[in-house]
């Protein structure tokens, strides 16, 4: 259920209740590459070209009147990971299921148990689950442990599917942690059986509510889950 925004004490934030360019570089604590984009439109965004001058013009032309732009981040996949055994298996990545609020391109802080809050002048760069799905095809390509990967739809005939549910993925402002809990089943789709299935958790300390501090906690989170999904997953196609 939408209620009116409403900004909380110290996160800045539009309240939701739990039953719902400039182009930056930085180097996080692990040595990482995150990227601040700022725009308007909700979706991915070019870095270059036309779609660039549109964004900042856009940008440009809501701050003459008034309003603020809203700042854009985006995950990113690990680029070195070692399984700890290569498989020679094929494998579907399905986009991961979500519900309100995660299933949107907002980033959301959980205020109090069962209230949930969207940051406000903050977004991904594109709807969460199909980011996270995006996020763990790439990580299992760096990886280089199965034969093959890919979406729904790309015409790759393999054996076993991955469904993901995104619990949670935000930051909590009581205790401070960007919390990102990950349920995975791997499917025998001839069988329509379950191969294997595990929850992942994983809890970093977070700098603050704000948005790029947000972002960067949750993407160190994501690290760690798409490690940890990455091994578990190759010894088990």
Same mark, same amino acid.
């Given at each position: 259920?939408?209620?009116?925004?409403?900004?909380?004490?110290?996160?800045?934030?539009?309240?939701?209740?739990?039953?719902?360019?400039?182009?930056?570089?930085?180097?996080?604590?692990?040595?990482?590459?995150?990227?601040?984009?700022?725009? @308007?439109?909700?979706?991915?965004?070019?870095?270059?070209?036309? /779609?660039?001058?549109?964004? @900042?013009?856009?940008?440009?032309?809501?701050?003459?009147?008034?309003?603020?732009?809203?700042?854009?981040?985006?995950?990113?996949?690990?680029?070195?990971?070692?399984?700890?055994?290569?498989?020679?298996?094929? *494998?579907?990545?399905?986009?991961?299921?979500?519900?309100?609020?995660?299933?949107?391109?907002? *980033?959301?802080?959980?205020?109090?148990?069962?209230?949930?809050?969207?940051?406000?002048?903050?977004?991904?760069?594109?709807? @969460?689950?199909? @980011?996270?799905?995006?996020?763990?095809?790439?990580?299992?390509?760096?990886?280089?442990?199965? !034969?093959?990967?890919?979406?729904?739809?790309?015409?790759?005939?393999a054996p076993v599917s991955l469904n993901?549910?995104?619990?949670?993925?935000?930051?909590?402002? /009581?205790?401070?942690?960007?919390?990102?809990?990950?349920?995975?089943?791997?499917?025998?789709?001839?069988?329509?059986?379950?191969?294997?299935?595990?929850?992942?958790?994983?809890?970093?300390?977070?700098?603050?509510?704000?948005?790029?501090a947000a972002a960067r906690s949750l993407?160190?989170? *994501?690290?760690?889950?798409? !490690?940890?999904?990455?091994?578990?997953?190759?010894?088990?196609?």
């Amino acid at each position: 259920e939408k209620l009116k925004d409403s900004s909380l004490t110290g996160a800045g934030v539009s309240r939701y209740r739990s039953n719902g360019l400039s182009r930056r570089s930085n180097k996080n604590s692990s040595g990482r590459t995150w990227y601040a984009m700022s725009g @308007l439109l909700h979706g991915p965004f070019a870095v270059s070209g036309f /779609k660039f001058a549109f964004v @900042l013009s856009a940008s440009l032309l809501l701050a003459a009147c008034g309003g603020s732009a809203v700042e854009t981040f985006n995950l990113t996949a690990p680029e070195e990971i070692s399984a700890r055994r290569a498989g020679r298996g094929q *494998l579907i990545v399905m986009e991961p299921v979500a519900t309100a609020p995660y299933n949107s391109d907002r *980033l959301v802080v959980t205020t109090t148990p069962g209230s949930v809050a969207y940051l406000k002048g903050a977004q991904w760069s594109d709807q @969460l689950p199909v @980011l996270l799905q995006t996020r763990i095809v790439q990580t299992f390509e760096n990886s280089g442990s199965l !034969r093959a990967v890919a979406r729904p739809g790309e015409k790759l005939v393999a054996p076993v599917s991955l469904n993901t549910e995104i619990r949670r993925f935000d930051i909590d402002v /009581k205790t401070g942690q960007a919390v990102i809990e990950l349920s995975a089943k791997l499917i025998n789709d001839s069988a329509g059986s379950v191969r294997a299935a595990r929850i992942f958790t994983v809890q970093v300390p977070a700098a603050s509510t704000q948005g790029g501090a947000a972002a960067r906690s949750l993407d160190q989170a *994501l690290d760690q889950i798409l !490690r940890a999904l990455i091994i578990w997953s190759v010894q088990r196609v």
